[in-house]
């Protein structure tokens, strides 16, 4: 399998042994996907009670999905305040907000103590502008935020944007100071041995093909089977092949890029924060299909481009993992961005699904109705930070707990379906080639067809895909 830059560098130095499951195995709860989810929701449920025995159960290696693809932005919920309110009303929007805040705190303690590889740098997010089309995109959620909370996000003046992304293509933004990036392959293999340490099992290489319920529910894999009195379902995109999930997600790829280390070149335009790498910020456009970047701490540039390949119903297909056309518009964008870096080498290409709900916003609830199986899916892209509170839902979840967590808002809410296939394919084909081509003419700031910008407006917003 094609592997991310970031997979790659954090597996050079080891030697993990992925351990198969093999036989008959039992748990008291076993999760299936070892990524942010499944190890938060572990770690959490131990950190409770130690006693329980836990199991993780992962198709491929911990981190070989969406944790260890992401471009790692350690971001809060504020981007999806809008979405939070209209969910579940101002004062429990604010609690989650307040939670996903909390939980970059949580990741900087656990890479301090256990992951000083995963180069923790809480440097904020910049969001911009760099078309005129897109001044302003910020405004709904900047409003909202500085209602519940004044003082979240920033105003920059022009100079100070292009100062901090080292472009002067970017016209305008707003910064959220608390935010942060780390190396996410990193971190969730940091995870791992931190989970077998506490006495979490993880079974590698262990595709679960079938769930049995029954008075315990029993995963079924190649070579085994684990049977456990409850099971979460943490496999991200992968989930959407689950029938009662299907139509509730919607899988689409996300294509990144790395640059060969160029420290020097990025003093030269000013990407440092006045030569202060450890500070560097996680900067995204207001592109629907959303450009995404940030530097790394050795000095690369990380650029990825939402909005990729197309899944069909819970099918990820290969160009899901890495199409030849993906990192070429990449590259475009970076290039236009960054015209001063066009002779800077792309070292790295790489992609992956993502599992995105109609609000934006993850799902929690029991599948098939069983109350000894939960799931917690459709992240967005964005669940790096809000994992850690949906592994304090999920382990609340699986422990039978009636807490704040368990009782969350979003446990209850209800979720809105998509269209059936083959409509919504083929929905997803025409809406995304709209958005190529308005997103093309607002960059040569040429009118944008009528068309084009009324399909534009049935896509999701664009900034869940880092």
């Keep these: 399998m094609h592997r991310s830059f970031w997979l790659e560098q954090a597996l050079a130095s080891t030697s993990d042994d992925p351990n198969p499951l093999r036989g008959d195995l039992t748990s ?8 942010f989810v499944g190890l938060w929701t572990s770690l959490m449920i131990k950190r409770r009670n130690p006693a329980v025995d836990v199991c993780i159960v992962e198709a491929d290696l911990c981190g070989g999905g969406a944790s260890g693809r992401c471009g790692g932005f350690v971001m809060t919920w504020w981007p999806k305040i809008v979405s939070l309110t209209a969910l579940l009303g101002a004062d429990e929007a604010l609690g989650l907000v307040r939670a996903s805040e909390a939980a970059i705190d949580e990741i900087e303690k656990f890479c301090t103590e256990h992951a000083p590889d995963a180069e923790f740098r809480r440097g904020g997010w910049l969001w911009t502008a760099t078309t005129g089309a897109q001044l302003g995109a910020w405004e709904e959620v900047v409003s ?14 022009p100079q100070e944007v292009a100062r901090r992304s080292g472009s002067p293509q970017h016209l305008a933004g707003v910064i959220e100071p608390s935010n942060a990036t780390v190396q996410p392959a990193a971190l969730v293999r940091a995870m791992r041995h931190y989970a077998l340490a506490c006495g979490v099992r993880i079974f590698e290489q262990s595709k679960v093909t079938r769930i049995d319920r029954g008075t315990m529910v029993t995963l079924v894999t190649a070579e085994g089977t684990m049977r456990a009195s409850s099971v979460v379902i943490a496999t991200n995109a992968w989930a959407a092949a689950l029938r009662p999930l299907r139509n509730k997600l919607f899988v689409i790829s996300s294509h990144m890029t790395a640059t060969e280390p160029i420290p020097d070149r990025l003093d030269e335009i000013g990407w440092t924060q006045g030569k202060a790498r450890t500070q560097g910020e996680a900067i995204t456009d207001s592109l629907t299909r959303v450009c995404y970047y940030r530097t790394t701490a050795e000095g690369r540039i990380a650029f990825g481009k939402g909005g990729g390949s197309i899944g069909f119903g819970g099918y990820i297909r290969p160009a899901m993992h890495r199409n030849a056309a993906g990192p070429s518009v990449v590259v475009r964008d970076f290039h236009r ?18 599992d995105r709900t109609s609000n934006s916003l993850p799902i929690f609830g029991r599948l098939y109705e069983d109350s000894k199986i939960y799931y917690g899916v459709g992240w967005s892209g964005n669940g790096v930070a809000p994992s850690v509170v949906g592994g304090k839902i999920l382990a609340s979840l699986a ?9 969350c808002g979003l446990v209850a809410a209800a979720s809105r379906s998509f269209p059936p296939e083959p409509i919504r394919f083929v929905g997803a084909h025409v ?4 958005l190529i081509r308005k997103e093309a003419a607002e960059a040569l700031e040429k009118p944008v067809p009528r068309l084009a910008v009324a ?3 049935l896509a999701p917003t664009g900034l869940e895909d880092k």
Excluded: C, N
């Design 28 to 35: 008291d709860i076993a999760v299936v996907g070892g990524g």
């Design 431 to 434: 809406v995304r080639e709209a």
């Design 337 to 354: 961005y960054y015209p001063m870096l066009r002779t800077v080498k792309i070292t790295h290409d790489w992609a992956g699904p993502i």
């Design 144 to 157: 909202r935020a500085e209602a519940l909370a004044p003082g979240t996000f920033r105003r920059l003046d």
């Design 455 to 457: 399909l534009s407006k």
């Design 399 to 407: 422990l039978g707990q009636h807490d704040e967590w368990s009782e």
